[in-house]
């Protein structure tokens, strides 16, 4: 694709279900980064990944949260009993390599947990 | 923690006017800045970076000053357009090529 697609757009869950997100990074761009935007608030970052690897994961909230990109393309964050404070939107970003700073986003995906 | 913040949570300017966007960092060890535009349901968009070690650099119609003694970063938008109304942030990184981190933004609106 074009650009870096997140799925779904939208997620309503139930406290404590388990959700799994998921982002298509731009063909080619080995770093792929999710971040995390309360409303009203900027990005706060939870992870990143080079190629296969969470290289840096110090971000994550908690052990309720874990990602993979076990291919080194698609990535999935994955959230286990979740809870209302979880509620946010959930932003991916890919760039070609860790020096490149022109980081490309998706248009995220709203998670709100009732 | 060490944080980026902003001045001024909303900004309105009129068509045609320069906007300027400001944002000051606590992070000294930051060696690299970037601004992001995001318009509302969408990811934001990146903009223009510096390098700390520059002081000035200019895109298309946007011009980023960085001002490390008093640890300011602006934004200047020339000729201001409808188009430019979304949310800006300041981001920053703090040596380490895996994350930013984002102030919380002012939001820029554009009146005719």
């Known amino acids: 694709g074009a650009g870096v697609s997140q799925t779904p757009s939208n997620k309503v869950t139930e406290k404590g279900k388990y959700v799994e997100l998921r982002c298509d990074p731009i063909s080619g761009h080995t770093a792929l980064y999710w971040y995390r935007q309360s409303l009203g608030q900027g990005p706060e970052f939870l992870i990143y990944f080079q190629g296969t690897g969470a290289a840096d994961d110090s971000g994550l909230p908690n052990d309720r949260f874990f990602a993979v990109r076990p291919e080194g393309s698609v990535s999935t964050l994955k959230i286990q009993r979740t809870e209302r404070g979880d509620s946010a939107v959930y932003l991916c970003?890919?760039?070609?390599?860790?020096?490149?700073?022109?980081?490309?986003f998706g248009q995220g995906t709203r998670l709100t947990v009732v | 923690g060490e944080s980026v913040g902003l001045h001024l949570p909303t900004l309105s300017v009129q068509e045609g006017d320069n906007s300027i966007i400001n944002c000051a960092y606590s992070n000294s060890a930051s060696d690299y800045f970037i601004w992001y535009k995001q318009e509302s349901g969408k990811g934001p968009q990146f903009i223009i970076d510096i390098r700390s070690n520059m002081d000035k650099r200019q895109g298309q119609r946007v011009t980023v000053l960085l001002n490390k003694t008093v640890k300011h970063l602006s934004l200047q938008i020339a000729a201001t357009q409808p188009g430019d109304s979304a949310v800006y942030f300041c981001a920053e990184n703090t040596g380490t090529a895996s994350k930013l981190t984002f102030g919380t933004g002012t939001r820029l609106q554009v009146t005719l």
């Open positions: 970003a890919s760039s070609l390599n860790p020096g490149s700073w022109e980081a490309f």
